[in-house]
């Protein structure tokens, strides 16, 4: 089991910045592949960046959010720079054990674990 509490979120100014955490317990965190996800509010979830051997961005974020992994703390992050009213969604961390290589690192209800999720705002 890995348990996964996400933190950081909150209310930014467009052009801002903030970093999410997501906090992982449980088996060894090197092993799992760790993806983050939002939803906004009438929307379906999207994918948005996930880390495994390298990394992995939706188009929408690409050049704008970073996701890096620290093994030590067992946790990931997501740097989201310049962001946008668009970017206002719940985002959720979520993994799954990386050696399951027929699974697809963008696609959400592959993955096993999901954290409660942390709101973002992007609002003047």
């Known amino acids: 089991q890995v348990q996964l509490v996400e933190s950081g979120g909150g209310l930014v100014q467009p052009g801002g910045s903030l970093r999410l955490s997501c906090a992982a317990s449980?088996?060894?965190?090197?092993?799992?592949?760790m993806g983050w996800f939002r939803q906004a509010p009438g929307k379906e979830r999207e994918f948005v960046a996930a880390?495994?051997?390298?990394?992995y961005y939706a188009d929408s974020v690409k050049g704008r959010f970073t996701i890096a992994g620290d093994n030590a703390k067992n946790t990931v992050y997501l740097q989201m720079d310049a962001l946008k009213s668009e970017d206002t969604a719940v985002y959720y961390c979520?993994?799954?054990?990386?050696?399951?290589?027929?699974?697809?690192?963008?696609?959400?209800?592959?993955?096993?674990?999901w954290g409660q999720g942390t709101q973002v705002t992007v609002s003047s």
């Open positions: 880390i495994s051997w390298k990394t």
């Open positions: 979520a993994a799954y054990n990386r050696g399951q290589f027929y699974k697809r690192i963008d696609y959400g209800d592959d993955y096993t674990y």
């Open positions: 449980g088996r060894t965190f090197s092993s799992y592949a």
